[in-house]
């Protein structure tokens, strides 16, 4: 396969068809998968508009290196972008060995792995939390923090990405992760003893209705998280919460639709963008059967950091509207604006002024028989342009079951796309030497592969056929770059991969 461009087009109102499997948000089961052939090799890298390196390279998680991955999506902004890295490049990144591989603990994982001076966080299946030696992959500590067992929902352990940074309190370095219990929990970084705990929404244990898909996001010394259903059955009334970093008292909450059995939705599974003025941007699930968009439902908000109250917000046109098209992706920030994937398959660009739409475009298909995935990824922005992964699509009337795309952050145009041979839901990651890592999920072949930012070309393993994947797997959870290194977690296991030699 080649990589291919096309030319891009505007994106009118279009009524589309979204169903993904089970119900409203995003049933994330393990399957097994392996690398196929897909394109060509290598180029040059990307770096990002002159002036803007050095912001982004600080605008992580406040107290950590920026050699780290402190957070999910590399923190506040969603950037998912670490322009420190520059280690693996497009012309070493075939030569790449797997140093080590944790397979006995927590898999499948579905959270993404966060690495901190010398250590990887990540929750696990089991409802585990683990910190892991980065240099061997060795279990240091653990603790348990929940797991739900299927009653209306499938089974869920740890789903939420960890964010680590100093308590503003006591200065310790400190884990903040949402358990598979309902409970926000602030872990002490070395030993994983709980500094506090504070609800966040307690599970029923007789029906599958609260579960802590959000990840939580820390800026300005509190913490924000979103609450949402386990899989629609039943809906819960979604919410944005506050929270002290300090202390885990609440301070907070934002509530999508009024009170009332009837008006349960609006959840919010995604987590929660902080901008540079410290407003809040949140995407929102579907509302009530026959009423989906009831309230704050099928909406990217707008919100005051210190009350949550709602300051603007774009709903999607009912045009757009389909079956189970509501917003699973986070917000990413970029050049003013604001933008988010909804499950129809169409990323929405706003100014982050008034909401207002700036440009749309599809991304990939709709969720639905025949073409399932969905579009819940963040795309890369690395002060330049945004990089993407979609699920099913069609390039230039071929279909694929995947891609990887540059668009200009201005209008959405599309600059190149390259075919996978599976579907992408987890977010890419980039570092700052222009390599993107891209997993693929579902359907088709599953893996992790690495991308030349400069030209979409695949970049295979040294001795594999061109396009093939770094590792096989199904992975939803993002690829990271951090200490000169690659960090996956997927269907079988955590994994590292580092230059020979370093």
Same mark, same amino acid.
């Given at each position: 396969?080649?990589? $291919?461009?096309?030319?891009?087009?505007?994106? !009118?109102?279009?009524?589309?068809?979204?169903?993904?499997?089970?119900?409203?948000?995003?049933?994330?089961?393990? $399957?097994? +998968?392996?690398?196929?052939?897909?394109?060509?090799?290598?180029?040059?890298?990307?770096?990002?508009?002159?002036?803007?390196?050095?912001?982004?390279?600080?605008? /992580?998680?406040?107290?950590?290196?920026?050699?780290?991955?402190?957070?999910?999506?590399?923190?506040?902004?969603?950037?998912?972008?670490?322009?420190?890295?520059?280690?693996?490049?497009?012309?070493?990144?075939?030569?790449?060995?797997?140093?080590?591989?944790?397979?006995?603990?927590?898999?499948?994982?579905?959270?993404?792995?966060?690495?901190?001076?010398?250590?990887?966080?990540?929750?696990?299946?089991?409802?585990?939390?683990?910190?892991?030696?980065?240099?061997?992959?060795?279990?240091?500590?653990?603790?348990?923090?929940?797991?739900?067992?299927?009653?209306?929902?499938?089974?869920?352990?740890?789903?939420?990405?960890?964010?680590?940074?100093?308590?503003?309190?006591?200065?310790?370095?400190?884990?903040?992760?949402? +358990?598979?219990?309902?409970?926000?929990?602030?872990?002490?970084?070395?030993?994983?003893?709980?500094?506090?705990?504070?609800?966040?929404?307690?599970?029923?244990?007789?029906?599958?209705?609260?579960?802590?898909?959000?990840?939580?996001?820390?800026?300005?010394?509190? *913490?924000?998280?979103?609450?949402?259903?386990?899989?629609?059955?039943?809906?819960?009334?979604?919410?944005?919460?506050?929270?002290?970093?300090?202390?885990?008292?609440?301070?907070?909450?934002?509530?999508?639709?009024?009170? =009332?059995?009837?008006?349960?939705?609006?959840?919010?599974?995604?987590?929660?963008?902080?901008?540079?003025?410290?407003?809040?941007?949140? /995407?929102?699930?579907?509302?009530?059967?026959?009423?989906?968009? &009831?309230?704050?439902?099928?909406? *990217?908000? @707008?919100?005051?950091?210190?009350?949550?109250?709602?300051?603007?917000?774009? @709903?999607?046109?009912?045009?757009?509207?389909?079956?189970?098209?509501?917003? !699973?992706?986070?917000?990413?920030?970029?050049?003013?604006?604001?933008?988010?994937?909804?499950?129809?398959?169409?990323?929405?660009?706003?100014?982050?002024?008034?909401?207002?739409?700036?440009?749309?475009?599809?991304?990939?298909?709709?969720? =639905?028989?025949?073409?399932?995935?969905?579009?819940?990824?963040?795309?890369?922005?690395?002060?330049?342009?945004?990089?993407?992964?979609?699920? @099913?699509?069609?390039?230039?009337?071929?279909?694929?079951?995947?891609?990887?795309?540059?668009?200009?952050?201005?209008?959405?145009?599309?600059?190149?796309?390259?075919?996978?041979?599976?579907?992408?839901?987890?977010?890419?990651?980039?570092?700052?030497?222009?390599?993107?890592?891209?997993?693929?999920?579902?359907?088709?072949?599953? !893996?992790?592969?690495?991308?030349?930012?400069?030209?979409?070309?695949?970049?295979?393993?040294? =001795?594999?056929?061109?396009?093939?994947?770094?590792?096989?797997?199904?992975? &939803?959870?993002?690829? $990271?770059?951090?200490?000169?290194?690659?960090?996956?977690?997927?269907?079988?296991?955590?994994?590292?991969?580092?230059?020979?030699?370093?």
């Amino acid at each position: 396969m080649r990589v $291919v461009t096309r030319r891009p087009t505007q994106l !009118g109102n279009k009524r589309a068809v979204a169903l993904i499997v089970g119900t409203g948000c995003a049933v994330v089961m393990a $399957v097994s +998968g392996g690398a196929v052939a897909s394109a060509s090799p290598a180029g040059s890298a990307v770096v990002a508009k002159s002036g803007q390196l050095a912001s982004l390279a600080t605008a /992580t998680v406040a107290g950590v290196p920026d050699t780290s991955w402190p957070a999910y999506l590399d923190g506040p902004l969603h950037h998912s972008y670490v322009p420190l890295q520059t280690a693996i490049s497009p012309a070493n990144a075939s030569t790449l060995v797997q140093e080590w591989k944790q397979t006995s603990v927590g898999a499948p994982f579905v959270a993404t792995p966060i690495v901190n001076r010398g250590s990887v966080y990540i929750g696990g299946s089991n409802g585990y939390f683990y910190r892991l030696s980065e240099h061997t992959g060795q279990v240091l500590a653990s603790v348990y923090i929940g797991r739900q067992k299927a009653t209306t929902c499938p089974a869920n352990g740890v789903t939420s990405t960890a964010t680590i940074a100093p308590n503003p309190l006591t200065h310790v370095l400190t884990v903040y992760v949402a +358990g598979g219990d309902g409970y926000l929990y602030a872990l002490r970084a070395l030993t994983l003893k709980p500094e506090w705990r504070s609800v966040i929404a307690i599970p029923s244990t007789k029906i599958n209705n609260y579960y802590d898909w959000s990840s939580p996001t820390v800026a300005n010394g509190k *913490i924000y998280i979103g609450i949402a259903s386990s899989c629609d059955q039943p809906l819960v009334r979604g919410a944005v919460v506050a929270y002290n970093q300090g202390t885990g008292a609440k301070l907070a909450e934002f509530f999508t639709t009024p009170a =009332g059995l009837r008006n349960r939705g609006a959840t919010v599974w995604s987590s929660v963008a902080v901008a540079p003025s410290g407003m809040l941007f949140v /995407t929102t699930g579907n509302g009530p059967y026959g009423r989906p968009l &009831f309230g704050d439902a099928e909406s *990217i908000l @707008k919100l005051n950091p210190n009350t949550l109250a709602l300051v603007a917000r774009y @709903k999607i046109p009912a045009a757009d509207l389909d079956r189970d098209s509501d917003f !699973g992706a986070s917000a990413v920030l970029f050049d003013g604006l604001v933008g988010a994937c909804n499950k129809n398959g169409i990323f929405y660009a706003l100014q982050r002024l008034n909401m207002a739409l700036a440009w749309k475009q599809r991304i990939g298909h709709p969720a =639905g028989p025949g073409n399932w995935g969905t579009c819940l990824a963040a795309p890369v922005f690395n002060g330049q342009d945004l990089y993407f992964g979609s699920n @099913k699509t069609t390039i230039n009337g071929v279909a694929a079951e995947g891609s990887v795309q540059e668009r200009s952050p201005s209008s959405g145009a599309l600059i190149w796309e390259t075919p996978l041979p599976g579907g992408v839901m987890g977010s890419p990651s980039m570092d700052g030497s222009g390599v993107l890592a891209v997993g693929t999920y579902s359907p088709g072949t599953k !893996g992790v592969y690495l991308v030349n930012a400069a030209n979409g070309a695949i970049l295979a393993p040294a =001795g594999s056929p061109a396009g093939s994947a770094l590792i096989s797997g199904a992975t &939803f959870a993002q690829p $990271v770059f951090a200490e000169n290194q690659i960090f996956i977690a997927n269907s079988s296991g955590v994994y590292a991969f580092g230059l020979p030699g370093s």
